[in-house]
């Protein structure tokens, strides 16, 4: 029977077309912006147009102007700066925390399986809720973190200094007097990190629960035999056997990381003065609330785009690797 | 049976003398030229499209339903209002009022917003004066920020916001004082209610970073000592000595611990929060969360609820934000006379005084005004117990922001810049003003306002 070449481009045909209007085309028409002086507030000039006599390519008016803006945008830097020091902690702790977590649920029994089922929920928050639900929580008055740390450590603390006469000398401040999360450039950017790890740390997980459990189990008798005890096995066993997985997690988190935004719009505002201003923020501040300006923008997302292609890459190669 | 018969006489004289009044009322409401607008209805069956933010919200929910259904039965044009959350409205505006196909017909904005968009907006003196609106009956702050101190006017005033002092007046009178005339009295109060060592903050201030909040009362502060922000050559003059005194006023608040220290990070909801619950004595912001004090749960609060013009500078001038949300409509409307149709309407004095007289639903009961007629009118006043007649008292010298395209570029480094000086109680405020006036410097000479 002769095959019909057409049919498969039928069936992907309206997801191409998908993909070319809400991607490829975006993506094309911000790199054309990128080199073009592009505010909003003017009326544009194109170097590509049309006219009565054709298409006409004006090549004064294209520029590397805003990508050569960027690296002397002291801002910019900051921003570079800032989403640097939040992938590292956000990552480090997304990665670290969810292994912990791994390793806990990761045996049989209706207790693991529910805490399973119940790890996905985190990372279903929207990021936008997350963030004001964050904000909510770091409240000195109001917010669970403060209320916690003060209840179940500062005060009992405190009471056993007093048994021993020594609260006057040692007396541990309260946190819901002595920090303002949200006030303080290292607390709100390691609270924000805090913020992304609470929804990832999770799903991470339970991807480590699902390499966990592709390990044979002959492995760890083995190691077990030859007398290693728990934290060897887990150090020069468990963990090598990981290194894929983990390495692969890691470079999905840090792609995420790189675009954070929305919980920085909803949860810092970008403070306290710049400490939390990411390079979405910032792009999208820019872009499109403070100078309206399209062609600056544009440039600096596809520095972005350059530094998210090289770690997908990175990505793919691993994953490549690993199959 | 003589008294039955004078109870019925005395009930049908009252019906007799509410008939007329009834009558004017329903003619008032249901009469389309009551409200200038075309009762042949030559716009039925139009449907426009209304750009606004935060319409659960009552100043603007109230506006949204009270009368509409009328205004739908007078002209046959009926109207759909669009609902963004307040943080993505400035984007949306922008992308809206620049898209030339957009489906929108008429938008409201901020006024500073405004300005960024002026050339998308129709222009409406023609309108004001054929439609014989009483230019006149918005105050001066409302009129310049509806025409970006041009002769255009590119929005009529919908949405009108002066600062007030919310206090308790328990705590004033614990401590025996009167409401503040000045920011120097604040100053004097708090630290008359820190003494007393009753538990609870003089003021809740809010100099964090959200929307450019923490810059509001700034405002107050420079320009009450007698500065401003640009002189008249759009130099930035906020880091003279004036501006350097006015800023250290404005930090003191949190500096000298009369507002807790968390007000470094909060913005203005957070802040009025602290108040309505009980946590502090005095906050200073717009009057449409007066309403959230006055219906606090506290009884402590609800029931010492007062409210005062914002605080001027002692020996200097008492002048606020009037902060504005006029409407007007996209030139490239389809519809743009029907959605003049509806301007006249929405704005109208009746209109307005429907809106704030009925209180019946609390989701929908605002003091929002911005007629000057309005404000003063007594019944309006008896309703909201005065709260009119204060707002215009502020709005005598309520003045309004720079309004040019550059200001929404440079807001968000005066937020930094304030944000950075009540975070860090070490920064010095010369250096970090200074830093500030440069990043102004900077926008405005990129924009060529400082060429030949």
């Known amino acids: 029977m002769r095959k019909k070449r057409w049919v498969p481009w039928v069936l992907i045909g309206p997801a191409l077309l998908v993909i070319v209007l809400t991607t490829i085309y975006p993506l094309l028409a911000a790199l054309y912006y990128s080199f073009h002086n592009y505010n909003l507030r003017r009326a544009p000039q194109f170097a590509i147009q049309i006219g009565e006599s054709g298409i006409h390519i004006d090549w004064s008016l294209l520029s590397l102007e805003n990508y050569t803006r960027a690296f002397s945008d002291s801002r910019f830097i900051n921003s570079l700066e800032v989403t640097f020091w939040f992938t590292v902690i956000s990552v480090g702790l997304s990665v670290v925390i969810g292994l912990f977590i791994a390793v806990i649920v990761q045996k049989g029994g209706w207790l693991h399986t529910l805490t399973k089922v119940l790890l996905i929920f985190p990372f279903a928050v929207s990021p936008a809720l997350k963030g004001y639900s964050w904000r909510f929580m770091l409240n000195e008055n109001y917010g669970v973190y403060d209320l916690l740390i003060d209840s179940l450590l500062v005060k009992p603390v405190n009471a056993l200094l007093s048994l021993f006469n020594a609260l006057p000398l040692v007396e541990i401040p309260y946190i819901s007097e002595s920090i303002v999360w949200l006030g303080d450039k290292f607390w709100a950017l390691f609270m924000l990190a805090m913020s992304e790890t609470w929804g990832w740390a999770p799903l991470i997980a339970l991807m480590f629960v699902g390499a966990l459990g592709s390990i044979d189990e002959q492995i760890f008798e083995a190691a077990r035999i030859d007398g290693a005890n728990r934290v060897q096995i887990f150090f020069r066993v468990t963990l090598p056997l990981l290194r894929p997985v983990i390495l692969i997690v890691t470079m999905l988190k840090t792609i995420f990381s790189l675009k954070m935004f929305d919980q920085v719009v909803t949860m810092t505002g970008g403070g306290p003065v710049r400490a939390t201003q990411t390079i979405n923020y910032y792009i999208h501040q820019m872009g499109f609330v403070r100078s309206l300006d399209i062609g600056y923008a544009s440039a600096m997302s596809y520095i972005l785009v350059i530094v998210l292609t090289i770690c997908a890459a990175l990505y793919v190669a691993l994953v490549l690797n690993r199959d | ?452």
Not at chain 2, 243 to 254: K, N, P, R, W
Not at chain 2, 388 to 404: D, E, W, Y
């Open chain 2, 1 to 452: 049976m003589r008294l039955m018969r004078t109870i019925l006489f005395m009930l049908a004289l009252a019906l007799f003398l509410a008939l007329p009044v009834g009558g004017a009322l329903a003619q008032d409401v249901m009469d389309p030229a009551t409200f200038g607008l075309d009762a042949s209805k030559p716009y039925d069956g139009t449907q426009l499209k209304f750009l606004i933010c935060c319409s659960t919200a009552p100043q603007f929910a109230s506006a949204a339903v009270k009368g509409a259904a009328e205004f739908t039965e007078m002209t046959g044009i009926s109207v759909s209002w669009g609902d963004l959350p307040f943080g993505s409205f400035q984007e949306q505006l922008y992308l809206e009022a620049t898209n030339p196909n957009t489906e929108f017909d008429i938008v409201a904005f901020v006024d500073a917003w405004g300005t960024n968009i002026y050339d998308f907006l129709h222009p409406l003196n023609d309108f004001v004066a054929d439609a014989g609106i009483d230019w006149d009956d918005y105050g001066p702050a409302y009129q310049q920020a509806s025409t970006g101190n041009s002769d255009t006017i590119y929005g009529l005033p919908f949405r009108g916001h002066p600062l007030l002092l919310h206090y308790r007046v328990d705590v004033l009178e614990a401590v025996g004082m009167e409401p503040p005339q000045t920011w120097q009295d604040v100053s004097a109060i708090s630290q008359a209610i820190v003494d007393s060592g009753m538990d609870i903050a003089p003021m809740a201030m809010y100099y964090g970073l959200n929307v450019d909040q923490n810059l509001f009362n700034w405002y107050s502060h420079l320009w009450g000592a007698g500065t401003d922000i640009f002189d008249e050559n759009w130099q930035p003059i906020f880091n003279n000595e004036t501006g350097i005194a006015a800023t250290e006023q404005y930090l003191s608040y949190v500096r000298d611990g009369y507002s807790p220290a968390a007000s470094v990070a909060w913005n203005e909801q957070e802040a009025n929060q602290e108040l309505v619950q009980g946590r502090a004595a005095m906050f200073v912001g717009w009057w449409w969360m007066a309403s959230r004090m006055t219906n606090a749960e506290l009884p402590e609060v609800a029931d010492n609820a007062a409210f005062a013009p914002a605080p001027g500078w002692a020996g200097g001038d008492t002048a606020s934000y009037g902060y504005l949300w006029p409407v007007g409509v996209l030139a490239q409307s389809d519809d743009r006379d029907a959605a003049l149709e509806y301007l006249k309407w929405l704005t109208h004095p009746i209109t307005e005084r429907r809106i704030v007289l009925d209180a019946e639903d609390p989701a929908l009961d605002t003091n929002v005004a911005v007629r000057l007629s309005v404000l003063a009118d007594e019944e309006v006043n008896e309703v909201h117990n005065g709260l009119q007649g204060v707002a215009s008292a502020v709005l005598a010298n309520a003045r309004t922001i720079p309004l040019i395209p550059e200001y929404t570029e440079i807001v968000p480094y005066l937020a930094e810049m304030i944000n950075e000086l009540a975070t860090d109680a070490g920064a010095d405020v010369q250096e970090v003003l200074d830093r500030g006036a440069e990043d102004v410097r900077s926008v405005m000479e990129m924009a060529g306002y400082y060429n030949g």
